[in-house]
Structure formats: C-alpha cells, structure tokens
C-alpha cells in the first residue's frame, strides 16, 4: 500500500496540466458558442486530483504514518555547519489528507458548477459591453479559457501549499494562491460594474484584486520574516526537522539539536512524550538562548515571535483583523471565484499553516492566546458587520471572516481538531451558499433580462432610494422561493448548517470549538457564543429576505432556475451539509476526524461532547432565527420599504459601513501612504533627485567635463595632432610639388646628378 | 689613305677624347632648349662613345667592338628618325621647337 | 710621333666644332659644327683599322642623319636657336656637375689600376690581317651577332611605322564635307 503514496504528484499534476491544456488550446476547444469543453476539462483534472485525494485516504488508512515523497530538490546549498536543502517533496499525512480531500473535492463540484455559470456570466457581460456575433464568441472563447486555467491554476497552488513538507515550499503555495486570487478576484479587471444608468456600482474589479494582493502581501512580508526566524533558529525549514529540534532544544542546548532530523527520532513515542512532557512543563519557561547574532534570546522568546510572525501570515490569507479587509471587496470576482477562495482554497490556508506548526503554538503559550482573542474578536465583528449588509454575498464574505475567525480561535487554543473540523463542514456549507447565491444572481440577472426583453421598462423605484438595477441587492429580491425551488431548499439548508443547527454540519463542528474556547478562555467563548448569535440571525434575514415575501423588483418576479449543471452540485453539496458532521462525530467515544488527525498533529487532543454548551448554542440560535423571522419573516419587506434595523439608527450604519474599518485604514495607511508616495515621487525623485542631483548636479558636471574633454583636449590636442599631421604632409608635399616642374632639363640634370653619383660611388669603390 | 701604323698613340688618349666630346654632348643637352639641338648634342654624345669602343676594339683586337659601334649607329638611326617625327608632331601644334615650351606636366 | 700630332690636330678639331655647335644661335651651322665633328670621328675610325664603320660613319652620320636634321629644319624654319634664357639657374649648376662628370672619367681613367692594364695598340699581327675589313667584320656580324642583328632590322622596322605614324597629317576633311553639304542645302 505505501507505493500508492508515490502517485501523489499527479494530484498537482493534474490541475496543472489542465492549466496548459486551456491556455494553449482553451480557445480553439470552442467552436460555438454553448461549448462547454474548457470547463469540462478543467473539471475532470480537478475531479482527477479528488480521485488521487481519495487513494490517498485509502492508503493512509492503511499506512497511518503517511509518506513523504520526493519530487526534485529545488536548493541546496552550502556545506559543513551551513547547509540550506530545501526538496520538493509531497508530504502525504492525515492532516495534508484532510486539506487535500476538502480542497480537491469542494473544488471539483465548484468548478462544475463554474461551468454552467460563467456561461451565463460570460454573456452577460459580453452583452454589456456591446459584442455581438463573432466578436462576442471570441470574447466568450478567451474569457472562458483564461478564467478555467485560472481556477485549476487556482487549484494546484492550493495543492503545493497542504502538501508542502516545509515552509518554504508551502510559501510558494501560499504566494501562488495569493497570485491566483488577485488574477481571478480582478477576473473581469477591464469591466467598470455600470450600470445601465451608467454610475458605477460596487468596487472597480482591478482594484479589488489589487487590494487583496497589497493585504495579502502585508501578511506574507510576517510569513517571510518568520520563515527566516525559523531557519535562523533551527537550521531547516523542514516540519519534521524544526518540530524535532524545537523540541529538544527545551532540554539541550541549540548547538546540540542543529544536526537532528525527524527520521533519527524515535518515530512515535517520543513525539507524544515530548508533547505530553510540553504539557506540564509549560509553566516552565523556555529558556535555552538561541544565537541569533548578536542576540541570545530565549528559546521562548524566538519561538514566540515566530509564531506571531506566522499569525501575522494567517490573518492576511485568513482574512482575520486587522488584515481581513480584502475578502468582502474579493466579491467582486465571479461567483465561482468567491466559493472557491471562501470555502476550498485560499483562506483556510492560514488555519492549516497554524495547525501543521501546532508544536510551535503549544511551546508559545502567549502566542496561542493571542491567536485566539484574534479570532474571537473577528468572529463577533465580522459577524456584527454581516448584519447590516444588503449584498447577497457581502453577508457570505462576511460571515466567512467570522466563521475563519471561529477556526482561528479554535486553532489557538490548542483545540485542531476542532478547528480543522470546523474548516472542512465550513467548506461545504459555505461553497453550498456561495454557490447558491450565485444561483440566485443568475436567476436574478435572467430575470432582469427577460423582463427587459419584453420591452416594459420598468426602472421604477424599488427601494427606498432610486437604486439601479443590482442583482445582489437583497432588497431587490424577495419570493424566489416560488421561482427558484431547489436553489432555495439548499440554501436553507446550508443557512441552518451555518447557523449551528443540530444534526446539520456546522453543529458539530461549531459546537465543538465553543466547547474549546468555554474549557480554555472565558472571553473567547463569550466572543464566539455572541458571534454565533449573529450568525443564526443574519442567515435568517438573509434567507427571509431573499425566498420569502413578495418580489420586489420585476427581476425577482421573472427569476428562472438555473440549469442542472449548477444546481447538481449545490445538492451534493447540501446532501455533504447535512452530513458532514459525521466525519467528527462525537457520540460515544467516536470522534473519527480526531483519530484521524491525532496521527499527524502532536498537539491534538479530543475534547468530549458536552450537553450543556451544545444547547446553550442551540438555543441561542434558535432564538436568534425566532428573532430575524419576527423582523423580516413575518411581516416580508415590502416594495420601497427600509429595513426595520434602520430603527437602531447609528449602530446600523455603523455596521454596514464594517466598523468604518476602510475609512480607518484609509486615514491611518492608505492617505498617508498615498501622501508619501506622492512626496517622494515629485519632491524627492522627481524635484530633489531629479531635476537637482541628475540635471544640476551630474548633467551639469557631465557636461561641464564634457565641454573640457571637448573643446580644449579633443579639438585643441587630438584634433590639433590629426590635422597638424595632415598639415605637414600639405605643406612638404606643396614645397615638394615644386620640384615636378614639367621642364624637361630638369629631369634631364636631375638624371646627371644620379649619373655623376653613382659614377663616383663605384669610382671610389674601385679606386680605393 | 692613312697608314694604320701611323696612328698607334696610346689608348687613353681616346678615353680622353671620348670623355671630353661626352661632356661637351652632356652639356649641350643641359643648357640648349632647342630640341634639335639637345639632338644633336645626344649623337655627339653617342659618337664620344663610339669612338671609345673603337679604340679599345683596336686595342685587344677584338671585332665585337666594332660590331657593337655599327648597332649603335643603326639604333642612333632609328633615334633620330623617331626624335625628328617627334618634332614635327610637336611644331605642329605649338608652333616652335622649345622644349621648355612643354611644361603641361607640372607638378 | 706624327700620329701623335695628326692625332692632336684632329683632337682639337673635334672639341672645336663639338663647342661650336654647343654655343651656336643657329641650327644650321650647329648641324654643321657637328658633321665636323663626325668627319674627324670617322678619320679616328679610319686610323684604328676600322674602315668599313669610318665608311659608314660618313655614309649614315654624316649623310644620312645629318642632312635629315637639316631637313628638318629648313623645313620647320627653325634656324633660329637663341640661348637658353628661362632656366637660367640651370647653366652653373649644369656646367659644374659636367665639370664633376669629366673629374671623374678622367680620374678613373688615369688611376694606376686601369693604366696598368690598359692595351696600347700595336701594328696588327699577320695572323689578324683584314680587321676591321668590311669583310672581316660582315662575318663576325652574321656569325656571332645574328640574332641581335636581325632585332636592330626589327627596330627600324618599328621606327620607320613609328615615323610614319608620328607624321601623318590629322586633320580631317569633314569640314569641307559639311560646308559643301549645307551649301548645297541652300543652293536647293
């Protein structure tokens, strides 16, 4: 069973390869205009990858250990004391095997499901912009293509990232993620969002992917600097070998544990007892000095600071404050895109990273803390903001930074399993509403067309403001229950599984991380406890408003269901919803995820189910869903009519404006920054550096140099030796010219004196 | 006739003669700017050394001198009938018979 | 001895009439000056048992070349040669370097190396009797010196074309061709 591990390149192969083919050939594998074959093809390399994800469960059921496998050494450098070897190498665990199943499994069913969308998206936007016939097909051919190699790209990185056996390697995988998310949020990059009133709604796409790009960036510059830190310390970047040496360098010295590796360890025992002896030692403080230059701090100190460095990394791919504002702007990629980040690939990439350098974390108390205050903290404000959003999906991107913020809490206070578990049922019922809202905005959209293709332009007022036309606007929705049946069953669905609802999936997993957080802190389940309060009630407005009541625009009364390419994977995702908890199930001792990761993640540890947190939770989001019924359920918003939270007045706005996160950055980073920019950019390049050190200064002493090299050395001294050459051969040869008289006599005498002498040359040579 | 018995003075008597009659043919090309003239100044100098061959030919007894002396005057011919061709061609266009005349090839 | 007086006299004779006709203004006379000058030659050749070239001499020389100068220049009307007056830097400088010419023949030719081998004539030995005959000499020349002889026959061949060509006369009658032409025109 171990050779099966061998295959597992072709999981990253597969999506990769998918990439080629549909950049390449993308464009000639449509011929029409309803051809489907990119899609198709990047679907079954995802559909490939989940395949190889499979085997490998298979395998690791049988090999628990898993198996590294080497695919090319990338660097390796130095020798002796110094050496840096980093191996492209898959490293297949229980841990990576989970991240892998969610990844590529998740990701198949979005990408079916993008095959049917972007069909739709596609036209829409090529109608929009005025193409027809043969230029709208081309239009389509490209975008088609360029957006599939996008997402299997998408897909593979995510792949090199939870397969990474170390960390720079799985900093590729997060820096591809981060470059796929930036191609893909700003997918539709030359596309302004206008409207047929022609103002610009929502955010310009470019610049959402540019601002996920920059934030994203900030985290990664922490990630950076802690991969370093780490090298520093350890010597490696391999897990393995920085857990190994971490570990033994709380009893030893540094000196003495830079030359071991994982492999030489005892395999399992020790690991556990070095855990366990963790445990009670982590009152004791670690204070082996680790040399960094001319620093010696302790070996508590580096491995805190590595750890927050790697916490400053997951809140940017994360979306955790203070870095999460780029994830609610990210709606502006296609539907699809926003699944895809939210719920499979890039944003539990931080959750992962904390839970693959769990030793670390659990050596680093404080860190841990912070960790999950982070965490908390953004589960209650992302899901206060989440509140008062009227974006279908601003409330989905919303309540992921607050469902992260869960996982993160989770993962902090040691509870991986918990966090890992919330992760995986996270990733079906929020890819299941992602998808589901993207169902609706075509609906929508379809609806919109169609009343308008009737000719009964209807620009009527629908809301309380003259708002256009605006296919995520929830206020313009309403009743799409009668038109839209399964979308709105699994939306339902995948609302109650978010909400906490027993026996759905977020359930467990929720329920879990707040038995976490009530055992270990106090304020982090009072955070968690409100957020998960928040989260009952806006799934509930959301549901309310959007299926319920009346239609409120002549779009929502002439919306359609999507096609079955979409809507089937929306049921298999709900069908995961519902029973996605059984994979942690924790009834009678089973907890199999928790055995599962127990091979892989030293630190795990199973908490049991606890009744009364479950029912607080329970009851809490019941209420919570009693309370957004008698507010938007019982009496449905009507045409034009506010919503009744405007009655709080400045704690509404305060939440739909998100806290005035943006305009706090805006004034602390973005202007100030923008303000240097521009200094430095007139004042310093472009006056000081510019125009006074290159124009004065060396233009100037250029030329003055020049003007000497010039004038008196070149024209006076070269130039004065060239002609002065020449002038002297003039004037020879003008003196000399004067012998060539044309007389004939004087060649005649010229000839007699060579005559006379030769004549007394041998004369005297005869004579003498 | 002349007794050849009469006539047995040393050689260099000749060379002497020769040599002086060669001068006077050298100076004549040298100062007469008349192109007859500088000809005729060339068969004195021609016969200055014809009767220098003579004399030696006389001396070691030997013909080929002899011989040598009536190729030179044959080619000494040919010269003049050339060198006068030349100076009609010459008087035709310019009129006169100075050489100095012809100095187109100035440097 | 007398041939040593006789040989004086026509010496003296000889360079008289070469400087006669170095200075003469007239080509006439010069060209006279010098058939002097070749008639005392020939009587050289005459007295150095070279009869057959003293004939020649005055045959070719003296006839031959000698009325063809004066031809010429009673043809050209060219009796008039005045003294070289353009060049006149030239006569010293001419002068000195003939001077040179003849210092250094005459030192070469009374050094005691060529004195002591030069040959003085002696009467001719029976067994080289008739040198200098047109007999004798008419057989060294068509025996030893046939192939050189026969290339001077080709040289006044040469000559005698080049003469011919130099001479001819190149104007050519196309004027008198067209002025007839266009006069016929008008007289039509």
Known sequence: MDGLFSIVPLIILAPFTGVLINVFFGRKLMPRRDSVAPGVIASSMAGFSFLIAVLMFFALLANPAGAEVPVLTWINVGDGDFTLHIPWTLKVDTLSSVMMLVVTGVGTLIHIYAIGYMHGDIDEKAASRGLEGEEALDFKRRRYARFFAFFNLFLGSMLVLVTANNYLMMFVGWELVGLCSYLLIGFWFDSPEKNEAGQIIGVLNSSAGRKAFVVNRVGDFGMLLAIMLIFWSFGTLEFDDVFARAECMIEAPQAECLTLSAAELAPQGEGEAAAEEHGEGEARALTTPIALGPFAPTLGVVVTAITLLLLLGATGKSAQIPLFVWLPDAMAGPTPVSALIHAATMVTAGIYMITRSNVLYAMAPVSGMVVAVIGGATAFVAASIAVAQFDIKRVLAYSTISQLGFMIAAVGLGGYIAGIFHLATHAFFKALLFLGSGSVIHGMEHGHHHAHGQGEHHDAPHGEDERPFDPQDMRQMGGLRKHMPVTTWVYIIGALALAGIPPLAGFWSKDEILLDASLNSTLVYILLTVAAFFTAFYMGRQVFMVFYGSERTEAARHAQESPPVMTIPLIVLAGLSVVGGLINLPVGGLHPLGRWLEESVANAHIASFNILVATISTVLALVAIGLSYLLYGRKPLEEGEADPLYSTGPVFTFLNRKWYWDELYAAIFVRPYNRLGDFLANAVDWQFWHDFVHDRIIADAFQGWAAILSRPIDLGIVDGAVNGVAQLVESTSRSLRRVQTGYVRNYALAVLMGVVAILAYLAIRFLV | ?107 | ?188
């Open chain 3, 1 to 188: 001895m007398p041939g040593v007086i006789l040989f004086a006299i026509l010496a003296l004779v000889a360079i008289l009439s070469a400087i006669g006709m170095l200075t003469s203004t007239n080509a006439v006379h010069a060209a006279l000056f010098l058939v002097i000058n070749l008639a005392c030659i020939a009587v050289f050749f005459l007295g150095l048992s070279a009869p057959f070239l003293a004939m020649v001499q005055v045959t070719v020389y003296a006839g031959a070349i000698m009325v063809l100068f004066l031809f010429v220049i009673m043809l050209l009307g060219a009796e008039r040669v005045p003294l070289s007056s353009r060049l006149r830097w030239q006569a010293p400088l001419a002068i000195a370097l003939v001077l040179a010419l003849l210092a250094v023949t005459l030192l070469v030719a009374f050094s005691p190396q060529v004195q002591g081998n030069l040959v003085n004539p002696r009467p001719v030995p029976p067994e080289a009797q008739g040198f200098g005959s047109p007999q004798a000499v008419g057989e060294t020349l068509f025996a030893r010196y046939l192939l050189p002889f026969q290339m001077v026959g080709l040289l006044l061949l040469v000559a005698m074309i080049g003469v011919v060509v130099l001479t001819k006369d190149e104007r050519k009658p196309t004027g008198h061709i067209s002025e007839n032409a266009q006069a016929s025109d008008r007289a039509a």
């Open chain 2, 1 to 107: 006739m002349l007794n050849e018995t009469v006539f047995l003075v040393p050689t260099s008597y000749f060379v002497i003669l020769s040599a002086v009659l060669f001068s006077i043919g050298v100076a004549g090309v040298l100062l007469r700017r008349n192109a007859i003239l500088i000809f005729m100044s060339v068969e004195l100098m021609l016969n200055a050394a014809n009767l220098a061959f003579v004399a030696f030919a006389r001396s070691l007894l030997d013909q080929g001198g002899q011989v040598f002396v009536f190729f030179v005057m044959t080619v000494a011919a040919a010269e003049v009938a050339i060198g006068l061709a030349l100076i009609v061609a010459i008087f035709r266009s310019k009129r006169s018979t100075d050489i100095d005349e012809l100095n187109s090839m100035e440097g």
